[in-house]
């Protein structure tokens, strides 16, 4: 089956650090993936659409210039969270869609927990 | 736009009972519906998906949902629950199978001996 792999599961670092989450679809290309947010006991909230060679789709009340997101290749897209601080500490999580499997669900990676200092 | 309604945040059952988990949905458009589970620090599993065919969809671990036009609903069964089925499952909703998915706010599963 489709396998994203996301890395790293678990970070913690210092406020004012940067970090960067990587979603790789192991077996499959992926024109599009998706960067999810999940506070504890909560749903998750869609933060953007990445598009391969193309900018991301931020939705509404997700700041771009926090959020960096680049989608360089068909099997790999990068969350950069900018000067971090303790209120972006999450989960989130990525999920990718199959260029090639025309009608087939998005696939999600594991999370990263993301705890700032 | 699209919207999902999850009622109930918590629902326990005894082992061996019946689960059922309600989801209403909004949409402008033929929705594609879709039931994850959740374990804690993991990931989404796809559990079953609605795409316009067959109205009672089966999915994996013995769950079934069955949508309803009517009632704009998706609601996901399973006959007899076991202990492995307590996680937290998320009703979505989409305008294509592969797009952006618009969450429910959970319902958080847990199932007595």
């Known amino acids: 089956g489709a396998v994203v792999s996301q890395h790293p599961s678990w970070v913690i670092c210092k406020s004012g650090t940067s970090v960067k989450i990587e979603c790789r679809s192991l077996d499959f290309q992926a024109t599009t993936m998706f960067w999810y947010r999940q506070f504890p006991k909560q749903s998750l909230m869609l933060m953007a659409t990445?598009?391969?060679?193309?900018?991301?789709?931020?939705e509404q009340g997700v700041e771009k210039d926090k959020f960096l997101i680049n989608h360089a290749s068909l099997t790999l897209s990068t969350l950069t969270v900018t000067s971090a601080h303790p209120e972006d500490s999450s989960f989130y999580i990525c999920s990718a869609s199959a260029t090639d499997r025309k009608n087939q669900p998005q696939h999600f990676g594991d999370g990263t927990r993301l705890s700032i200092l | 736009a699209q919207s999902v309604t999850q009622l109930g945040s918590h629902v326990s059952v005894s082992e061996g009972a019946l689960v059922l988990l309600r989801c209403n949905y909004s949409s402008s458009v033929p929705p594609y519906l879709f039931w994850y589970v959740q374990y804690p620090n993991q990931g989404l599993q796809l559990l079953l998906k609605?795409?316009?065919?067959?109205?009672l969809v089966k999915g994996i671990n013995g769950f079934e949902a069955e949508f309803k036009k009517s009632e704009t609903s998706f609601h996901l069964t399973k006959p007899s629950a076991h202990m492995s089925d307590a996680a937290e499952y998320f009703c979505a909703v989409s305008e294509d199978e592969g797009g952006k998915l618009i969450f429910g706010q959970g319902t958080e599963l847990s199932v007595k001996p």
């Open positions: 609605y795409t316009s065919a067959a109205t």
């Open positions: 990445s598009n391969e060679g193309s900018k991301a789709t931020y």
